[in-house]
């Protein structure tokens, strides 16, 4: 489980040094550069706390006995909707105005790579390790 975790974390963090321009919508031609500030982030907290999270996911998904890709996927989605929700706040109090300017983009970062990450980990599930859903 420990492998096919590190490549998904591999993958989501390749995806998104790549996909993020597109996300963020950067009017400029600055990609290098706005991928190289985001992957200094966004790479350490998926190789830590996304692993980590995905493990205690699948632990709680694997107690069901029915809908367990369905727990597992929305479980990554509340782990990482949460996780850069509290980052947020922590940054940025309510009532500060850069809140409500960058906390939606950030939110929607969030949930990109929780998406992303568990649609790798599945792949790799279904592929390589030909799991049965």
């Known amino acids: 489980m420990g492998d096919r975790k590190l490549l998904a ?3 989501t963090s390749l995806l998104t040094f790549f996909l993020w321009r597109i996300i963020l ?3 400029y031609n600055a990609y290098f550069e706005v991928g190289l ?4 982030v966004a790479v350490p907290i998926i190789f830590t706390y996304g ?5 205690w996911a699948e632990r ?9 890709e ?3 996927f929305l479980l990554h989605i509340v782990f990482g909707i949460g996780f850069t929700g509290l980052l947020f706040i922590l940054i940025y109090p309510f009532w500060s105005i850069d809140f409500f300017i960058y906390g939606k ?4 970062g969030g949930l990109f790579c929780s998406m992303l990450y568990y649609l790798f980990d599945l792949f790799i599930r279904i592929i390589f ?3 049965e859903l």
């Open 9 to 11: 974390a591999f993958l």
């Open 25 to 27: 919508m950067e009017p």
């Open 37 to 40: 500030g985001v992957s200094i």
């Open 51 to 55: 692993i980590f999270s995905s493990i």
């Open 60 to 68: 709680i998904a694997n107690k069901r006995e029915k809908g367990i």
């Open 70 to 72: 369905l727990v597992k």
């Open 105 to 108: 983009t950030l939110l929607i």
């Open 129 to 131: 390790i030909k799991k």
